[in-house]
Every structure is written in C-alpha cells, then in structure tokens.
C-alpha cells in the first residue's frame, strides 16, 4: 500500500486535511502552532483506490522539542510515495518553506504544492505568489470550505493502484485468492489493541519507541509532548498488536489548552482498547493521580498489565516497590507487574509475550461443565450466606461473553448475593482457569432473565 505524506509548516491546515480525507476527526486542529507532534496513519480511500495517509508535525525548530518533531517529520517524508506540502495561502510564502520543498523535490517523488486557506475567488489572486516554487503541480484549496479538494484528491489517486493491481499483487506473493478475501475475517481475531496510559513523563513514548525498534514518537523531558494518541501496529508470533501511545493524565486544575482535547481522544482510544499497559515511574513515589488513571482501567473493562518504568534507577527494592503497587491499586490484583527500562531497553523484549499471555485470558472461555464444578466445590467449601434468613443459591453458571470474561450465576435470590461472596467466587475462578491480567464479571440473575435486566455484581 502507497504512503500519502502531508507535510508543512506549523498551522497550514495539515491535521484540517487530513480530517477531510479520513473523513473522520481524528487528528486534533486548533489555531494553536505545533498541535501535532508525533506521525499519525490512518488506511483511507481515495476514489476506490487505497492509500496509507500520514499527518506529520509542523517543520519547526525554534526549540528542542520541535527540532525533534521536525526529524519525525522530514523521516516519514522520505519514506513517503507521495508527498503533499502544505502552505497557508493567507500568507505571503517563506524562505524556509521554499528551502523545504525544494530540498523534498529531490527526493525524485510525486510531489504537489498545496496552497491552503483560499476561500473564495477574490483570494486566488494571493496564489499566484507561491508559483515562485517552481512547482509543476499547484493546487489552491481551502479546506474549511472544501473547495479544491476533490481535484487534489483526484491527482493523488492517480498514482494508487486500483483494486485489481493490489489483487495482482496479492498474487505475485503466490497468497491463494480465497485465503486473500478471508484476511479480514481472520485478523479480526488476530488484532490486539494495546493502550498506554499514565500521567506525564513516566516514559509512555520512550516505551512504544523501545517495544516497536523505531522512533515512532517524539520523546522529549517536555510534560505533555504528546497530544494527539499515536498507534502503530506490528506483527509478532502471528499477531498483530495495535499500540496506541495516549496523552499524559495531569491533575484536572493544570490541564492547559490543546491538552483537555487528548483527554477526550485519551477516552475514546480507550472505549476501543483490549488491554492497557499502565506504566508507572519507579523511580518515584506513586501518586493520588496515578490511582486515578488506573481506574480508567476498571472503568472500560480492560486487561491489565502494570509496567514499572525507569527501572534502573528504581528508588526502592523489587518487594517494597511491588508490595505498594498491590496497596495501592487493589482493584488491578489481577494484573500482572514487569519491571524494565525502556530508554536502556531493560526487558522491554518480554512484554509482547505477556501481552499476548494476557489477551488470550481476555478472551479465554471456560466450559460451562467444568464452571459448575468448580462453582459448586466453592459452594461446599464456603456455603452461601442467608438473606434474613431465606435460603439462597446458585443454580448453574455460565460464561456468556469475553473481552471481559463475563459469567452468568443464575440463582433464587441474585440479590442478595454478597460483594464479599462475589469476590470469594471470583477468586476460586481464578486459582482453577488463571485469567491473569484480565478482569473478571460476575453477573447475578434469575431464571429466564435477559442480560439487562440483571443486576451486576462486581
């Protein structure tokens, strides 16, 4: 598949196109400069033809942070198939830009000049400044208004394969037709969406950059550098693992301008999560906001895996520092700890197998005979307790769901099934089936009852 690279200045109206042609709001836009940090991708459509289409940070290096978000950028340009630059045409063209594109034309690749922000007729006169650039394919957009777009688009698509060449392709690598249109079927199963989450600067991007071999995203000392969620994906041991760097968590009362729009992509990214990688600063105590995050957790049902970063300069010892994330965050006792380092790459090898490991427990199912034995040998060993006096008792388990593992208890009084018994039952499952790092739901219902219609017991 082709890579589409826009590139530019800082607010050209990059991210604005980049919406447009997703046709989604995925990339955050404000008229903040340097809102995007890190290379966002995203599989788009253009007139039937398929193309990998990248948004890239503003080329900027007026500090230290943007110097590096500018080699990001320059990186995914070179490796490009086609490159879209990016001006504001509200403004008279730059030297540097210039510099820019000309220095992106001898990379030898299809390359269009696209001058953003002419609105009407009236402004196309302002256009007619940037053929200074010596380009031969100029396009006057405005993306707010969506005018000029479709001729852009048009010309990009120009240079995708058609949906028969990709197949010729397919081909060539001697991969049998019907296995090529079932792929979608089987990578459903074969996908797994892995969210990183922490407040800031605890080494979330420094860890996606260490698990994944590359510089995917823009590391920086800079509390805050990632705004917009990147995920890459890779395949390992047949799997393919989606990970998805989010935007660090602040207290509330310092969350300072583009940042409360991560917190909402944060969210969303999370709503679609399999597993979360809470990754916590060992080399600092931990704090009421990372007991905070980690409910996020809790919240939408997600495996668990604790990462303790920054483990080479660990403030205490392995048993004390474990001992206070088991106090701490009680409600994640199912989730597995690794220790590692991910600016020295300390054991950041194993944790694609203890992701899988994880994942395979999030969605393991359990027998419905081999549940009941063990619900009913709890059930000997602990006998259910008496609501005022009236019997209560389970009848038969099942598991309903996965992705959260849920089970069903059909019981004579769901009611009065106590949180502490709940958790007993919870337990018992876990010494006889495993489930490490994936939560467990207990639902209590009666007989003939739908699923909502019955009272959850977690």
């Known amino acids: 598949m082709k890579t589409v690279v826009l590139i530019g200045l800082p607010n050209v109206g990059k991210s604005s196109l980049f919406n447009r042609i997703a ?5 955050i836009t404000s008229d903040v400069g340097g809102t995007t940090r890190d290379v966002r991708y995203k599989d788009v459509e253009i007139e039937g033809r398929c193309c990998r289409l990248a948004d890239t940070g503003g080329l900027d290096d007026s500090t230290d942070l943007f110097e590096n978000v500018k080699k990001q950028s320059l990186k995914a340009a070179k490796e490009a198939d086609i490159l879209l630059f990016v001006t504001d045409g509200k403004v008279l063209p730059q030297d540097i830009e210039k510099k820019l594109f000309f220095e992106l034309q001898k990379l030898k690749k299809p390359i269009a000049l696209i001058i953003n922000k002419i609105d009407n007729e009236k402004e ?40 028969k060449e990709e197949l010729v392709l397919q081909d060539d690598d001697d991969l049998p037709l019907e296995e090529f249109l079932n792929q979608d079927d089987k990578s459903a199963d074969d996908l797994i969406n892995v969210a990183i989450i922490g407040r800031v ?78 990754v916590l600063d060992a080399s600092e105590p931990f704090t009421e906001l990372d007991e905070r995050i980690a409910s996020l957790i809790d919240k939408y049902e997600l495996g668990c895996i604790i990462v ?28 597995p700890i690794i220790t590692l380092s991910a600016l020295s790459k300390q054991r950041v090898h194993k944790i694609n197998d203890l992701i899988i490991k994880v994942y395979e427990n999030y969605t393991m199912r359990v027998p419905t005979s081999r549940l009941n034995e063990a619900v009913k040998e709890a059930s000997r060993k602990h006998q259910l307790p008496s609501d005022k006096g009236r019997h209560v008792k389970i009848y038969f388990a099942t598991q309903f769901d996965t992705k959260p593992p849920r089970f069903a208890l059909v019981m004579n009084r769901p009611k009065s099934l106590h949180f502490s018994y709940k958790r007993f039952l919870v337990n018992r499952i876990r010494d ?22 019955s009272a959850e017991v977690r």
Do not use: C
Request: glycine share 6%; net charge positive.
């Open 201 to 278: 600067n605890v080494g979330k991007s420094s860890l996606l950059n260490a698990v994944l071999g590359v510089d995917r995203a823009v590391v920086s000392e800079v509390a805050g550098t990632t705004i917009d969620p990147v995920d890459d994906m890779m395949i390992y041991k047949d799997k393919k693992l989606n990970f998805v760097d989010t935007a660090g968590i602040r207290k509330r009362g310092k969350i300072e301008g583009i940042e409360k729009y991560a917190l909402n992509r944060t969210s969303s990214m999370l709503e679609r999560s399999d597993i979360a990688l809470l």
């Open 124 to 163: 196309e006169d302002r256009a007619w400044e940037f053929y200074q650039f010596g380009a031969q394919n100029i396009f006057a957009i405005s993306v707010s208004h969506n005018r000029g777009v479709l001729k852009l688009l048009s010309w990009v698509a120009s240079f995708l394969p058609s949906p």
């Open 432 to 453: 006889e089936f495993g489930f490490e790092g994936a939560p467990i739901i207990l639902i209590a219902r009666t007989r003939g009852e739908k699923d909502n219609e």
């Open 308 to 335: 303790l970063n920054k483990w080479d300069k660990a403030r205490e010892s392995f048993e004390k520092i474990t001992q206070d994330v088991r106090y701490k965050f009680k409600f994640l006792s199912y989730a």
């Open 23 to 27: 046709k989604e709001r995925l990339a």
